[in-house]
């Protein structure tokens, strides 16, 4: 006779898991969705203004590592992104780019 039910697997939670989030300590939403690491929000914006913009890391092992998760809201609807680090890199320099632009200062490397 053997048993059937496998011994649960223990879980590491990177240091920036949020237990309050974390979709390791809580069941999926829907059936289809992996667990996964979810670190604090970091939030920019007004929802009742021009919009909002949320921030958070998010990982899992099908991931391969950290991922940068971003949801935007306007009065136009809603979309969301899971970014790759370097993804978010490039994101945050473009970000620069656009604000150094507006306020007249140059962009290290641009000539």
Not at 12 to 23: E, F, K, L, T, Y
Not at 55 to 65: D, Q, R, V
């Amino acid at each position: 006779m053997s048993r059937t039910d496998k011994p649960a697997a223990v879980t590491i939670h990177p240091d920036w898991c949020a237990p309050d989030r974390c979709g390791y300590l809580v069941p999926p939403v829907m059936t289809h969705m992996a667990r996964r690491h979810r670190g604090s929000m970091q939030r920019a914006g007004d929802s009742r203004a021009g919009g909002l913009v949320v921030t958070y890391l998010i990982s899992s092992e099908a991931l391969g590592g950290p991922m940068v998760g971003v949801h935007v809201t306007c009065r136009a609807g809603n979309a969301w992104a899971e970014l790759s680090l370097p993804q978010a890199a490039q994101l945050v320099e473009q970000l620069r780019g656009s604000l150094a632009q507006v306020t007249g200062q140059e962009v290290a490397g641009d000539e």
